[in-house]
């Protein structure tokens, strides 16, 4: 390693909260999950009773300046019907949205078109919708998880998670005959959004029964 990717190896990285500023390390399970627990409700609770903008922004952005990694470490092995299960599977539709906005997006007309059932309306997203549109919607969900309804924000999550799911089916039968590997990839992405819908939907009623945690 050369003196340059050394010291980037070991610059610090500066997190929007100070729910964020430990690293676990441990392979204990329990610990694992208790930590994931402790920092998901410590940083949204502190967020939500001062929500400032500043604040807001960075966490909108948190994946852009220090990468998915660091939020993986705290919250990826959670349940899925858990609080920090339900922001990794946030920051995850965020991550897909932007890395590529241009499929997402006809994924999402797609999906409209095929579907047409409520789950449009409730996502909010506007019509017609291109890359830029969907990526502010997916800002503007995750925004509302630390600004608004916390229920609402995941119910619109599960939403959006279905029609871009229906539109993934679509695309997969356009190209079942001519290109089964790319019907195969855009399946197992429907299966996967269609997966995350039910998880986030589940959260959103344990969120209103007061029992998401």
Partial sequence: MNDDARREYHRPVHRPADTFDRRFGSTDPAEVSRAAHATASALLTRVREEPEDDVVDRLLTFTDTHGIDTLAELW???PAMSLPGALWRLYLLQLM???DPRTSALLYERGRAARNTVDDVVAGAPTPVG?????QLVDEILRGVFTGDFAVALDRAASFCRVEAAGALD???DHDASEPERAAAFTT???RLDTYAGDLTACAGLWRREMLT
Avoid: F, G
């Fill in 171 to 173: 695309l997969a039968d």
């Fill in 76 to 78: 990826s092995h959670s």
């Fill in 131 to 135: 890359p830029e549109e969907l990526m």
């Fill in 189 to 191: 992405r429907a299966l």
């Fill in 97 to 99: 949205v932007r890395d």
